[in-house]
């Protein structure tokens, strides 16, 4: 009766032993909380205590922040990010720490209390950094806080972890979004050349470059030691979640793991930024008679017909000195855009036409650029793909004695041209020079009162 009553106990104990193993959870081992901690000093009062060199805290100070890292996928490696707030964060820090897989003890989102005494603090740009302390060549810096000590000093909250939610932003806004916070940028895709390749090199830190559909660029931080390292990088467009962070003045991007991803979206439609239009042509061209070395003020004026305004990205104005029949010398037109019905005024000397004009043209190049020319040469307008939309003079007849000369004088467009012209028609232009030659006008000009700079007759 007694074997039998010693079967029934063990039988009851290996149940009970069942029952209980059965409840226990390995993968979120609990780290206990603290009732008697309660926060005394806010981010805010953090960065004033924080100086240029690193010190270690000897005041009891308690810091409350939220975790927004998490070192699950591999991809933030021996450090914690907190935030000040769940939502609207003001400002983030990093802890630098010794202890591996701390997504078990410290979740993403969860509230958490760090007692400072004994940490060291410091800044490194902008960011500040927790942790211990190591020396390399006699300077102290914040390190790895030992992985015995991280639960001597990080908390779990004792009441209920609330959701980080992250902050929208876009990559134009972000230099009013703080640091080390978690935010989420939507209508993003990597760049083309990138298309095709892993998340990270193996065993090596990689950045990969997400744009927007206007162009503007972050950079994404990867480990090669990441889970996903070896992942190809998503081709559609949509929206990332991570961590900002700052290398330098640059930002970045530190994503938890591919949840914070969702590329279901098609690409970006391609910006077009390089037109070609017939509206686009030379208006008004200056070799002022009293034009000196010290003083130039001569000037190329272009002007757009069009109701729209147009990107004169690629475009290029050349010149072909006298008789040439090779380019002397271009101005490179990227960059500027012509307002509807505009001019759009180019100068050699833009200190000397604001002195003379009374206003800055919208361009100053060089001397001996095509917006530099003595009156006998002649100049070539050519858009994005190569094909002259405009012509002053014809190209290997040196001007002198002819119908495009504008020596000491000025060539302008008549009123009633709205088109450019790729072969060069006297007809269309008004020429004053010093000779009167071959039906032009004996007539040199003077600035700044015989020229209209800015204003298309």
Not at 135 to 158: D, M, Q, Y
Not at 222 to 246: C, H, M, R, W
Not at 273 to 302: C, K, M, W, Y
Request: hydrophobic share 35%; with cysteine.
């Amino acid at each position: 009766m007694r074997g039998q009553r010693y079967r029934y106990a063990v039988l009851f104990s290996m149940i009970l032993m069942t029952s209980c193993v059965g409840s226990v959870d390995f993968d979120t081992p609990k780290t206990q909380c603290d009732t008697n901690l309660e926060p005394n000093l806010t981010f805010s009062e953090l960065d004033e205590l924080v100086k240029d060199e690193v010190v270690q805290v000897h005041d009891d100070l308690i810091l409350e922040g939220y975790v927004i890292s998490s070192d699950k996928a591999g991809n933030f490696f021996n450090v914690l990010y907190l935030q000040d707030a769940p939502e609207n964060p003001t400002m983030g820090i990093q802890i630098e720490i010794d202890f591996r897989e701390s997504y078990l003890f410290y979740p993403e989102g969860s509230k958490v209390l760090v007692k400072l005494k004994g940490l060291y603090m410091g800044k490194s740009g902008d960011v500040i950094k927790l942790g211990g302390t190591f020396t390399s060549f006699g300077n102290i810096s914040v390190g790895r806080l030992p992985g015995l000590k991280v639960p001597e000093h990080i908390f779990l909250a004792c009441d209920d972890n609330g959701v980080v939610e992250p902050v929208k932003t876009t990559i134009a806004e972000l230099e009013n979004v703080p640091w080390n916070t978690l935010v989420q940028i939507d209508s993003l895709e990597f760049v083309e050349d990138e298309l095709g390749q892993s998340f990270a090199i193996a065993e090596e830190e990689t950045e990969r470059i997400l744009k927007d559909c206007m162009e503007d660029e972050i950079g994404m931080l990867n480990s090669g030691y990441s889970d996903f390292q070896a992942e190809l990088l998503p081709e559609n467009n949509g929206s990332v979640t991570g961590v900002l962070i700052k290398d330098g003045k640059k930002h970045q991007l530190v994503i938890r793991g591919l949840g914070d991803l969702d590329f279901s979206n098609d690409r970006c439609p391609e910006i077009i930024t390089e037109f070609t239009s017939t509206q686009i042509f030379i208006s008004e061209l200056a070799d002022p008679d009293n034009s000196t070395g010290d003083i130039n003020t001569r000037f190329v004026e272009l002007y757009n017909s069009a109701t729209e305004p147009l990107d004169l990205n690629l475009w290029t104005l050349r010149r072909y000195t006298n008789d040439n029949t090779e380019v002397s010398s271009t101005i490179d037109l990227s960059g500027l855009i012509i307002d509807p019905e505009s001019t759009l005024v180019i100068s050699p000397d833009a200190e000397s036409f604001e002195m003379v004009y009374g206003f800055p043209p919208d361009l100053g190049v060089s001397t001996n650029s095509p917006a530099d020319s003595n009156g006998d040469d002649n100049l070539e307008l050519v858009d994005p793909f190569g094909k002259v939309i405009d012509v002053f003079g014809v190209i290997g007849e040196d001007g002198t004695g002819t119908n495009h000369e504008f020596e000491d004088g000025r060539a302008v467009r008549n009123p009633e041209i709205v088109e450019g012209n790729p072969v060069y028609s006297f007809s269309e232009w008004t020429v004053y020079n010093d000779t009167g030659d071959a039906g032009t006008i004996q007539q040199p000009q003077n600035a700044p009162e015989d020229f209209t700079p800015g204003k298309k007759e």
